[in-house]
């Protein structure tokens, strides 16, 4: 294991079982739906790559790409959009894929503005999900696993833009990143 790192939390084989489950729940919920599956970069591409091959659905896949305006905006939530999607919202089913929910000001402000923008309904797919850190009521429809206030990499989450690529879920070790 890489020196930076401090514990595994979750597995290649623990994400693959996770993916499917809720590939499997998507596909019962979105029956007879417009699905447009939104990710949001960087972070997202791995698990929406997996979990849009456990949908057995038609759908239109799609990215957007997203920066909060500096340090101080996670305290007022308000989000940059720096690639716009390719298709309309309106009349469709989004679901919207993040790698992790944490304090939950990126969904909210992608919501709402997909909902003014007409969508039919509009719900969420977080793999990880740090609960404690959320500043705005949400509700999560899809989650793979809660995990505590640590600095988590891997499976798309980076560091400094490192360690994307890592095919398991981990901590950081203390000493890297305070
Ligand atoms: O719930 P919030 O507090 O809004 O935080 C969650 C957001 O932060 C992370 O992205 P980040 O800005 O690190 O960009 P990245 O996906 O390109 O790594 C994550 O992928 C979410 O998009
Ligand atoms: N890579 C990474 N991004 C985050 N964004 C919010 N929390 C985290 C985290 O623990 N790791």
Redesign the pocket.
């Known amino acids: 294991m890489n020196k930076a790192l401090k514990e595994i939390l979750f597995s290649e084989e623990e994400i693959r079982a996770k993916v499917k489950e809720l590939g499997k729940e998507i596909t019962h919920d979105y029956m007879d739906k417009d699905l447009y599956v939104v990710g949001i970069l960087k972070?997202s591409f791995i698990f929406m790559a997996d979990l849009v091959r456990e949908i057995s659905l038609p759908l239109l896949v799609d990215f957007m790409s997203v920066s909060s305006y500096g340090r101080n905006a996670k305290s007022n939530g308000e989000v940059k959009i720096l690639k716009d999607l390719d298709f309309s919202v309106e009349g469709r089913d989004v679901l919207i894929v993040e790698d992790?929910i944490?304090s939950g000001y990126t969904l909210k402000y992608i919501e709402q503005m997909f909902k003014t923008r007409g969508a039919n309904s509009v719900k969420f797919a977080a793999f990880l999900d740090?609960k404690e850190s959320r500043k705005v009521e949400m509700e999560v429809h899809y989650k793979g696993y809660e995990v505590p206030n640590?600095?988590?990499?891997g499976y798309g989450?980076?560091?400094s833009e490192e360690y994307r690529n890592l095919p398991y879920i981990a901590t950081l070790k203390e000493e890297v990143y305070k």
Do not use: M
């Open positions: 972070g992790i944490d740090k640590d600095f988590i990499v989450l980076d560091y």
